[in-house]
């Protein structure tokens, strides 16, 4: 495959339009300069530049306080150490970064954070309690340390179009992190064991289910799975990517921050809010929103095929939550994992394989505007109100993000041990990648730094070109809406218990009655000031709306 490296130069353009496309939604005039006066070059290289001929006072030493969760690499300490020498003139800092299992990682920080205790530099994400905590004033506000000179590698990499995408109650509380506006989820196959059951590659969700009763007729059960665990059971898998969410906001693009996840639903133009609703409510409930959206099953259908590629999970698949094995035939993941997904195949099995199965149609043909996108990231850095060290944490992100050479330490490792390059935008791995298999996801993505890992096959590598192309986008509705939960922060609290304890249930297929399980939920929720949260939720919608939000 020809390598055209036009990824990140394609997102840039994608970042541009957000200057046009925001305007309207934040009334913003305009005191920050145009998009690409950042930089020179999608590296930012006159970052770099002025970092390397900074000479700036000598600082105090401090040591910054990291929290990250997941497993932490065996060669952490060994970049961070790397890290401390390359920037010991500059900085004068150390590093302490501690992970957490991301089962526990959610409930420490909340607790870490109530009490104060002294963090410099955590991770969150709206899909946990980012709005939350950011109501209770648990984190910095950092509009000052971005669009700012003294700060060249953040203003480099974090154009003023991508922050105000990002913003929470217009400003920055929290950094994105992200690569690509999307990455697109996928099934991936054994290649190997779909060639020995003699069948073509799977395209469909038929050819999927067939090449999963393969694997349940041929190989042993209690050694081997059809589907070996993955993201959350199932991620995206069996969502509805028929209809755009032009005028609607559910599943697998849900608003957060609302404890129990609603479907929010628009007018056809835009508008007014209809109305919002949530699992296990009544029919009723439904029938003053347009066809198709006039239907609970339009919804939550997927619950049905859940429950009927139930047999193909593990014995105990919420003890799997999270959780992928190369003991299975198949397991759902994103692009950006494929390849590492692979060489840990390959360690276990050097003779097998993996291919992808992109089960969106339309994204599976490459469509334009196949993509649904709000233009923000998922997942964030946050500056703690606990830290001491607020100037000094953006003086370590300002060097983390001054030059491709830092970045690619902290994403990647040191170079020539952990990776090599691949040309300009591509990167190799070696047998001592694993060592340093660093969660980027959590704190180095960027649009313009992120490398592309070229030991992807080349299917892979060109729906990554795909995601990277702005036509491949489409605008979701309320892109640029952000809940603020502090006026039902009590009601949250009360029913968010509740919702997540039966939802996992639902989403691993257990509960062949989840209908009657939904609605039994729904009045204990009803009981606990759900309807709180309801009207609240299409109050601030609507007042988003009429504010000229879109």
Same mark, same amino acid.
């Given at each position: ?56 006072? @000598? ?9 990250? &969760? ?28 501690? =992970? ?18 002294? %963090? ?47 913003? /929470?109650?217009?400003? /920055? ?15 991936? %196959? ?64 849900? %608003? ?85 997904? !692979? ?12 291919? /992808? =199965? ?13 993509? @649904? ?22 003086? =370590? ?54 490398? /592309? ?29 952000? &809940? ?7 009601? %949250? @609290?009360?029913?968010?218990?509740? &919702? ?33 949260? !309801? ?16």
């Amino acid at each position: 495959m020809k390598r055209k490296g036009k990824g990140p130069t394609a997102l840039l353009l994608v970042l541009t339009l957000l200057a046009t496309l925001t305007a309207a939604c934040t009334g913003n005039e305009g005191n920050a300069p145009e998009a690409g006066e950042q930089t020179e070059g999608p590296n930012g290289a006159n970052a770099a530049e002025a970092a390397d001929n900074a000479a700036p006072p @000598a600082l105090d030493p401090v040591e910054l306080k990291v929290k990250l &969760f997941g497993e932490k690499p065996t060669d952490m300490d060994a970049v961070v150490a790397e890290f401390e020498s390359r920037s010991k003139e500059a900085l004068n800092t150390t590093l302490d970064v501690t =992970f957490d299992v991301a089962a526990e990682y959610r409930n420490k920080l909340k607790l870490m954070l109530a009490a104060g205790e002294e %963090i410099d530099l955590a991770f969150d994400a709206p899909w946990w309690d980012l709005n939350a905590n950011v109501s209770k004033g648990y984190y910095h506000e950092l509009d000052a340390y971005f669009n700012n000179d003294d700060y060249p590698g953040l203003k480099a990499a974090f154009t003023p179009e991508y922050l105000e995408a990002n913003k /929470i109650d217009g400003h /920055i509380y929290a950094i994105p992190v992200t690569n690509t506006f999307y990455d697109i989820p996928v099934v991936l %196959i054994r290649k190997d064991l779909r060639e020995k059951y003699g069948m073509e590659p799977v395209d469909s969700y038929a050819d999927l289910k067939q090449f999963l009763d393969q694997v349940l007729a041929n190989e042993n059960p209690k050694a081997f799975v059809p589907w070996g665990g993955g993201r959350n059971t199932w991620y995206h898998v069996f969502a509805n990517f028929d209809t755009k969410q032009t005028h609607y906001r559910a599943f697998p693009f849900e %608003i957060t921050g609302t404890g129990a996840l609603f479907n929010l639903v628009l007018s056809e133009d835009g508008k007014q809010v209809l109305g919002a609703t949530t699992l296990g409510d009544p029919d009723e409930a439904y029938s003053g929103f347009p066809a198709p959206l006039n239907e609970p099953d339009f919804f939550y259908d997927h619950y049905d095929t859940k429950v009927e590629y139930r047999k193909y999970l593990p014995s105990d698949p919420l003890a799997q939550n999270q959780t992928t094995t190369v003991e299975g035939g198949a397991h759902e993941t994103t692009l950006n994992s494929v390849a590492s997904d !692979r060489q840990k195949l390959k360690e276990t099995y050097p003779d097998a394989d993996y291919e /992808i =199965f992109v089960y969106n149609d339309a994204v599976r043909a490459m469509e334009s505007g196949a993509i @649904a996108t709000g233009f923000k990231a998922w997942n964030f850095l946050t500056v703690p109100k606990s830290s001491k060290n607020v100037e000094r944490t953006m003086k =370590f992100l300002d060097w983390v993000f001054a030059s491709p050479d830092h970045h690619d330490l902290f994403e990647l490792g040191i170079e020539g041990t952990h990776w090599e390059k691949d040309g300009e935008r591509y990167y190799r791995v070696t047998e001592q990648t694993p060592d340093y298999a660093f969660p980027a996801y959590e704190m180095t993505w960027n649009p313009q730094l992120s490398r /592309i890992n070229g030991n992807n096959d080349e299917e892979t590598l060109k729906y990554i070109e795909y995601e990277y192309d702005q036509d491949s986008y489409y605008r979701m509705a309320l892109s640029g809406f952000t &809940f603020n939960p502090e006026n039902v922060k009590n009601e %949250i @609290a009360k029913v968010q218990p509740k &919702f997540d304890e039966l939802r996992p249930v639902l989403e691993a297929g257990l509960d062949p009655e989840w209908r009657e399980s939904a609605g039994k939920l729904n009045a204990q929720m009803r009981a606990l000031g759900l309807e709180n949260i !309801r009207e609240e939720l299409i109050k601030q919608a609507q007042d988003y709306l009429d504010s000229g939000g879109q």
